[in-house]
């Protein structure tokens, strides 16, 4: 099982250009979220789709888009980077509610 | 929103020693997770430990509900055990799915 997969791993914006984060999970789990993480501080969230078919918003929504596309998928888009948005992403998922999240390995994002 | 508070929130040990670290939250939580974020920024879970007390190895943990705090300890500590440790809650009448986490204790453990 690969678990949460995320991609890319790494990757350079210049402001205003546009992007996808892509996350894929093999546990059949119902929730996933999308988190980011800024230096010398925790995660926090940005978006999340507690079932296949719905999205909220989290702490942190602006400026990101998110889509469900299926139940083993969760994209966030950048539309219009900023240098605000440089960051580290983590994707994660669990069977919902009040359950255990698992992470991907993360996607770190530098907006220049 | 909820609050957590962890400390220390930094931690030089030498190997072999044993260290605590706290979690402390402002509301009822009826999910509370820690994590290991090694020097490679993986997030490792350790613990899903809402409530009671878990033991996996070197480590174990005990989360108070009702006092409101949770405490992960690291005995016989090991240069590997580096990293950054985060513990994550969700409250009780959020509806889930919003971990909200602290800001971390970040421990080195040296030769």
């Known amino acids: 099982n690969a678990g949460v997969t995320q991609t890319p791993k790494f990757q350079v914006l210049k402001t205003g250009q546009s992007m996808t984060l892509q996350c894929a999970q093999d546990?059949?789990?119902?929730?996933m979220y999308w988190y980011r993480q800024d230096p010398g501080m925790g995660l926090r969230l940005i978006y999340y789709?507690?079932?296949?078919?719905?999205?909220d918003k989290g702490e942190v929504p602006n400026g990101y888009n998110v889509s469900r596309l299926n139940k083993r998928e969760f994209s966030l888009r950048l539309e219009s980077a900023a240098p605000s948005q440089t960051s580290v992403y983590f994707c994660?998922?669990?069977?919902?509610?009040?359950?255990?999240?698992?992470f991907g390995q993360g996607t770190r994002l530098t907006v220049v | 929103g909820i609050q957590v508070e962890q400390s220390p929130p930094d931690l030089i040990l030498q190997e072999g020693a044993n260290s605590t670290l706290r979690c402390n939250f402002s509301?009822?939580?009826?999910?509370l997770q820690w994590f290991h974020q090694n020097p490679w920024g993986q997030l490792i879970n350790l613990f899903y430990?809402?409530?009671g007390t878990k033991q996996n190895g070197r480590l174990s943990a005990t989360t108070v509900a009702t006092e409101r705090y949770s405490l992960l300890y690291i005995s016989s500590s090991q240069t590997t055990d580096s990293g950054v440790y985060f513990c994550?809650?969700?409250?009780?009448?959020?509806?889930?799915?919003?971990?909200?986490f602290g800001t971390g204790t970040q421990l080195k453990v040296e030769l």
């Open positions: 994660a998922s669990s069977l919902g509610g009040y359950t255990e999240a698992f």
């Open positions: 546990m059949n789990h119902n929730s």
């Open positions: 789709s507690a079932s296949e078919g719905t999205t």
């Open positions: 509301d009822s939580v009826n999910n």
């Open positions: 430990i809402p409530s």
């Open positions: 994550a809650v969700d409250i009780l009448t959020g509806g889930g799915n919003k971990l909200t």
